[in-house]
Protein backbone atom coordinates (compact mmCIF):
# COMPACT_ATOMS: atom_id res chain seq x y z
CA UNK A 1 0.00 0.00 0.00
CA UNK A 2 2.57 2.01 1.04
CA UNK A 3 4.36 1.32 -2.06
CA UNK A 4 1.68 2.22 -4.17
CA UNK A 5 1.06 5.83 -2.88
CA UNK A 6 4.44 6.76 -3.24
CA UNK A 7 4.25 5.90 -6.94
CA UNK A 8 1.19 7.81 -7.22
CA UNK A 9 2.98 11.12 -5.21
CA UNK A 10 6.18 10.00 -7.53
CA UNK A 11 3.92 10.80 -10.66
CA UNK A 12 2.32 14.13 -9.50
CA UNK A 13 5.51 15.01 -8.63
CA UNK A 14 6.50 14.66 -11.93
CA UNK A 15 3.21 15.78 -13.60
CA UNK A 16 3.99 19.18 -11.23
CA UNK A 17 7.59 19.40 -12.39
CA UNK A 18 6.81 19.15 -16.34
CA UNK A 19 4.04 21.94 -15.62
CA UNK A 20 6.33 24.37 -13.92
CA UNK A 21 8.85 23.63 -17.21
CA UNK A 22 5.78 24.78 -19.71
CA UNK A 23 5.00 27.76 -17.73
CA UNK A 24 7.98 29.89 -18.29
CA UNK A 25 7.30 28.62 -22.20
CA UNK A 26 3.76 30.34 -22.33
CA UNK A 27 5.15 33.68 -21.92
CA UNK A 28 7.69 32.82 -24.50
CA UNK A 29 4.53 32.39 -26.73
CA UNK A 30 2.71 35.01 -25.74
CA UNK A 31 5.63 37.19 -26.33
CA UNK A 32 6.03 35.40 -29.72
CA UNK A 33 2.06 36.50 -29.76
CA UNK A 34 2.34 39.82 -29.54
CA UNK A 35 4.82 40.66 -31.59
CA UNK A 36 2.82 38.69 -34.19
CA UNK A 37 -0.23 41.07 -33.82
CA UNK A 38 2.03 43.99 -33.83
CA UNK A 39 2.93 42.71 -37.45
CA UNK A 40 -0.51 42.16 -38.26
CA UNK A 41 -1.77 45.78 -36.69
CA UNK A 42 1.39 47.25 -38.40
CA UNK A 43 0.21 46.33 -41.72
CA UNK A 44 -3.41 46.60 -41.64
CA UNK A 45 -2.41 50.15 -40.33
CA UNK A 46 -0.24 51.08 -43.70
CA UNK A 47 -3.15 49.62 -45.18
CA UNK A 48 -6.08 52.18 -43.94
CA UNK A 49 -3.48 54.89 -44.07
CA UNK A 50 -3.43 54.26 -48.26
CA UNK A 51 -7.29 53.85 -48.57
CA UNK A 52 -7.06 50.20 -49.00
CA UNK A 53 -9.30 48.50 -46.79
CA UNK A 54 -12.72 50.24 -45.55
CA UNK A 55 -12.61 52.09 -42.19
CA UNK A 56 -14.78 52.79 -39.36
CA UNK A 57 -13.09 56.51 -39.34
CA UNK A 58 -13.78 59.15 -42.00
CA UNK A 59 -9.87 60.35 -41.98
CA UNK A 60 -8.03 57.41 -43.20
CA UNK A 61 -4.68 58.68 -41.46
CA UNK A 62 -6.10 58.71 -37.79
CA UNK A 63 -7.45 55.01 -38.40
CA UNK A 64 -3.81 53.98 -39.59
CA UNK A 65 -2.90 56.04 -36.20
CA UNK A 66 -5.05 53.30 -34.16
CA UNK A 67 -3.37 50.18 -36.05
CA UNK A 68 -0.02 51.41 -35.54
CA UNK A 69 -0.18 52.43 -31.67
CA UNK A 70 -1.85 49.38 -30.94
CA UNK A 71 1.40 47.57 -32.79
CA UNK A 72 3.45 49.57 -30.34
CA UNK A 73 1.13 48.51 -27.62
CA UNK A 74 1.60 45.12 -28.32
CA UNK A 75 5.66 45.29 -28.40
CA UNK A 76 5.29 46.28 -25.22
CA UNK A 77 3.67 43.73 -23.76
CA UNK A 78 6.03 41.69 -25.52
CA UNK A 79 8.53 43.24 -23.40
CA UNK A 80 6.89 42.47 -20.18
CA UNK A 81 6.39 38.47 -21.41
CA UNK A 82 10.04 38.44 -22.34
CA UNK A 83 10.98 39.87 -19.05
CA UNK A 84 8.75 37.63 -16.96
CA UNK A 85 9.34 34.10 -18.94
CA UNK A 86 13.21 34.62 -18.06
CA UNK A 87 12.21 35.63 -14.35
CA UNK A 88 9.56 32.59 -14.00
CA UNK A 89 12.45 30.38 -15.47
CA UNK A 90 15.13 31.35 -12.80
CA UNK A 91 12.79 31.60 -9.88
CA UNK A 92 11.74 28.32 -10.21
CA UNK A 93 14.49 26.51 -11.85
CA UNK A 94 12.87 25.33 -15.07
CA UNK A 95 15.50 26.47 -17.28
CA UNK A 96 16.06 24.34 -20.15
CA UNK A 97 17.59 24.43 -23.42
CA UNK A 98 14.22 24.04 -25.72
CA UNK A 99 13.03 27.57 -23.36
CA UNK A 100 16.50 29.21 -24.36
CA UNK A 101 16.07 28.12 -28.08
CA UNK A 102 12.12 29.12 -28.16
CA UNK A 103 12.73 32.30 -26.70
CA UNK A 104 15.48 33.57 -29.27
CA UNK A 105 13.62 32.47 -31.94
CA UNK A 106 10.82 34.68 -30.35
CA UNK A 107 12.67 37.14 -29.36
CA UNK A 108 13.33 37.59 -33.45
CA UNK A 109 9.92 37.98 -34.42
CA UNK A 110 8.78 40.22 -31.46
CA UNK A 111 11.79 42.13 -31.13
CA UNK A 112 13.47 42.31 -34.70
CA UNK A 113 10.62 41.25 -37.13
CA UNK A 114 7.57 43.27 -35.50
CA UNK A 115 9.42 46.31 -34.85
CA UNK A 116 11.54 46.43 -38.43
CA UNK A 117 7.66 46.44 -40.08
CA UNK A 118 6.06 49.23 -37.64
CA UNK A 119 9.50 51.23 -38.38
CA UNK A 120 8.75 51.35 -42.32
CA UNK A 121 5.33 51.30 -42.55
CA UNK A 122 5.31 54.43 -39.72
CA UNK A 123 8.30 55.82 -40.63
CA UNK A 124 8.54 55.41 -44.37
CA UNK A 125 6.21 53.85 -46.55
CA UNK A 126 3.30 56.21 -44.77
CA UNK A 127 4.55 59.39 -46.61
CA UNK A 128 1.90 61.63 -48.18
CA UNK A 129 1.49 61.10 -51.79
CA UNK A 130 1.59 65.15 -52.31
CA UNK A 131 5.49 64.62 -51.49
CA UNK A 132 7.70 64.49 -54.55
CA UNK A 133 7.74 61.45 -56.26
CA UNK A 134 11.43 60.42 -56.42
CA UNK A 135 11.94 61.92 -52.83
CA UNK A 136 9.42 59.55 -51.55
CA UNK A 137 10.37 56.46 -53.28
CA UNK A 138 13.93 57.11 -52.04
CA UNK A 139 13.01 57.25 -48.46
CA UNK A 140 10.97 54.05 -49.02
CA UNK A 141 13.73 52.03 -49.99
CA UNK A 142 16.34 53.25 -47.99
CA UNK A 143 13.98 53.04 -44.95
CA UNK A 144 13.42 49.19 -45.63
CA UNK A 145 17.31 48.97 -45.89
CA UNK A 146 18.02 50.38 -42.57
CA UNK A 147 14.35 48.57 -41.24
CA UNK A 148 16.31 45.34 -42.41
CA UNK A 149 19.81 46.39 -40.68
CA UNK A 150 17.82 46.66 -36.75
CA UNK A 151 16.79 43.39 -37.57
CA UNK A 152 19.87 41.97 -38.70
CA UNK A 153 21.49 43.96 -35.95
CA UNK A 154 18.77 42.24 -33.33
CA UNK A 155 19.45 38.91 -34.82
CA UNK A 156 23.56 39.29 -34.40
CA UNK A 157 22.79 40.66 -30.93
CA UNK A 158 20.78 37.56 -29.48
CA UNK A 159 23.24 34.77 -31.69
CA UNK A 160 25.90 36.47 -29.75
CA UNK A 161 24.22 36.31 -26.27
CA UNK A 162 23.66 32.46 -26.76
CA UNK A 163 27.17 32.03 -27.58
CA UNK A 164 28.88 33.97 -24.93
CA UNK A 165 29.24 32.55 -21.44
CA UNK A 166 30.96 35.38 -19.70
CA UNK A 167 30.84 38.70 -22.04
CA UNK A 168 32.92 41.46 -20.80
CA UNK A 169 31.99 45.22 -21.86
CA UNK A 170 34.53 47.15 -23.66
CA UNK A 171 33.88 50.00 -21.23
CA UNK A 172 33.58 47.86 -18.08
CA UNK A 173 31.57 49.15 -14.61
CA UNK A 174 31.63 48.43 -11.10
CA UNK A 175 33.07 45.34 -10.18
CA UNK A 176 30.28 42.77 -8.91
CA UNK A 177 27.44 43.89 -10.91
CA UNK A 178 25.83 42.52 -13.86
CA UNK A 179 26.24 44.50 -17.41
CA UNK A 180 24.52 43.59 -20.81
CA UNK A 181 27.10 43.54 -23.75
CA UNK A 182 25.42 46.34 -26.01
CA UNK A 183 22.15 47.34 -25.75
CA UNK A 184 19.33 44.00 -25.41
CA UNK A 185 16.88 43.78 -28.45
CA UNK A 186 14.12 44.16 -26.12
CA UNK A 187 15.20 47.49 -25.56
CA UNK A 188 16.02 48.15 -28.95
CA UNK A 189 12.39 47.20 -29.95
CA UNK A 190 11.26 49.19 -27.14
CA UNK A 191 12.93 52.30 -28.43
CA UNK A 192 11.03 51.99 -31.41
CA UNK A 193 7.79 51.61 -30.16
CA UNK A 194 7.70 53.96 -27.37
CA UNK A 195 8.36 57.11 -30.68
CA UNK A 196 5.66 55.32 -32.20
CA UNK A 197 2.93 55.49 -29.09
CA UNK A 198 4.40 59.08 -28.08
CA UNK A 199 2.60 60.00 -31.09
CA UNK A 200 -0.34 58.26 -30.49
CA UNK A 201 0.53 56.19 -33.90
CA UNK A 202 0.29 58.99 -36.05
CA UNK A 203 2.35 58.13 -38.65
CA UNK A 204 5.41 60.88 -39.98
CA UNK A 205 4.43 63.00 -42.97
CA UNK A 206 7.43 64.77 -44.33
CA UNK A 207 10.46 64.32 -45.63
CA UNK A 208 12.80 65.42 -42.91
CA UNK A 209 11.05 63.42 -40.04
CA UNK A 210 11.80 60.20 -42.59
CA UNK A 211 15.65 61.08 -42.09
CA UNK A 212 15.26 61.88 -38.69
CA UNK A 213 14.05 58.63 -38.02
CA UNK A 214 15.96 56.39 -40.30
CA UNK A 215 19.13 58.01 -37.77
CA UNK A 216 17.30 57.02 -35.41
CA UNK A 217 16.92 53.49 -36.06
CA UNK A 218 20.41 53.05 -36.92
CA UNK A 219 21.41 54.12 -32.98
CA UNK A 220 19.34 51.69 -32.50
CA UNK A 221 20.59 49.11 -34.50
CA UNK A 222 24.61 50.28 -34.13
CA UNK A 223 24.04 50.06 -29.81
CA UNK A 224 22.32 46.55 -30.28
CA UNK A 225 26.07 45.24 -31.99
CA UNK A 226 28.33 47.28 -30.12
CA UNK A 227 30.21 45.98 -26.95
CA UNK A 228 29.05 49.18 -25.01
CA UNK A 229 27.46 48.00 -21.30
CA UNK A 230 24.31 48.24 -20.60
CA UNK A 231 22.27 48.41 -17.09
CA UNK A 232 21.04 44.54 -16.28
CA UNK A 233 17.82 44.12 -14.42
CA UNK A 234 19.83 41.33 -12.71
CA UNK A 235 22.07 43.08 -11.00
CA UNK A 236 18.94 43.84 -8.60
CA UNK A 237 19.02 42.18 -5.35
CA UNK A 238 15.40 42.62 -3.73
CA UNK A 239 16.87 40.41 -0.70
CA UNK A 240 19.33 43.38 0.22
CA UNK A 241 18.79 45.66 2.79
CA UNK A 242 17.83 48.42 0.59
CA UNK A 243 14.84 45.73 -0.66
CA UNK A 244 12.28 48.37 0.42
CA UNK A 245 13.32 51.20 -1.52
CA UNK A 246 13.43 49.13 -4.44
CA UNK A 247 9.44 48.00 -4.38
CA UNK A 248 8.51 51.50 -3.71
CA UNK A 249 10.51 52.84 -6.08
CA UNK A 250 8.87 50.24 -8.59
CA UNK A 251 5.82 50.88 -7.21
CA UNK A 252 5.72 54.72 -8.08
CA UNK A 253 7.54 53.63 -11.71
CA UNK A 254 4.34 51.33 -12.25
CA UNK A 255 1.71 54.35 -10.81
CA UNK A 256 3.17 56.80 -13.34
CA UNK A 257 3.11 54.68 -16.36
CA UNK A 258 -0.55 53.82 -15.38
CA UNK A 259 -1.87 57.60 -15.10
CA UNK A 260 1.50 59.05 -17.67
CA UNK A 261 2.06 55.72 -20.15
CA UNK A 262 2.93 57.39 -23.33
CA UNK A 263 6.17 60.12 -21.31
CA UNK A 264 6.95 57.78 -18.88
CA UNK A 265 7.52 54.80 -21.50
CA UNK A 266 9.27 56.79 -23.64
CA UNK A 267 11.36 58.74 -21.07
CA UNK A 268 12.67 55.45 -19.99
CA UNK A 269 13.63 53.77 -22.75
CA UNK A 270 15.16 57.08 -24.71
CA UNK A 271 16.83 57.41 -21.61
CA UNK A 272 18.02 53.51 -21.39
CA UNK A 273 20.04 54.06 -24.70
CA UNK A 274 21.18 57.23 -24.13
CA UNK A 275 22.70 55.70 -20.59
CA UNK A 276 24.69 53.09 -22.59
CA UNK A 277 26.09 56.30 -24.56
CA UNK A 278 26.66 58.62 -22.03
CA UNK A 279 28.66 55.50 -20.10
CA UNK A 280 31.07 55.09 -22.73
CA UNK A 281 31.78 58.63 -23.33
CA UNK A 282 32.12 58.84 -19.63
CA UNK A 283 34.42 55.89 -19.68
CA UNK A 284 36.58 57.37 -22.91
CA UNK A 285 37.38 60.49 -20.94
CA UNK A 286 38.58 58.42 -17.90
CA UNK A 287 40.63 56.61 -19.87
CA UNK A 288 42.28 59.25 -21.71
CA UNK A 289 42.75 60.99 -18.04
CA UNK A 290 44.41 57.80 -16.95
CA UNK A 291 46.90 57.79 -19.31
CA UNK A 292 48.68 60.57 -19.11
CA UNK A 293 48.98 60.17 -15.12
CA UNK A 294 50.39 56.53 -16.03
CA UNK A 295 52.63 57.93 -18.40
CA UNK A 296 54.22 60.57 -15.46
CA UNK A 297 54.06 57.67 -12.83
CA UNK A 298 56.23 55.62 -15.17
CA UNK A 299 58.98 58.62 -15.85
Not at 31 to 58: C, E
Amino acid sequence: MDVAQGSKSDRRSRRLRKGMYILPSLFTTANMAAGFYAILQAALGAAHAWGLVAASSPDPLRAAAVNFNNAAIAIGFAVLFDGMDGAIARLTHTASDFGKELDSLADVVAFGVAPGVLAWMWGFFCLPRYLDADLRQKLVEFGAIIAFAFLTAGACRLARFNIQLNPQPKNPGRPGRKYFVGMPIPGGAACIAVVVHFRLGYPVQNWWGSIAWMVYIFVCAFLMVSTWRFWSAKSIDFRSRKAARLFVLIALIMAAIWYFHRYVLFVLAVGYLISGVLSRVTYSFRGKKAEPQEAAGKL
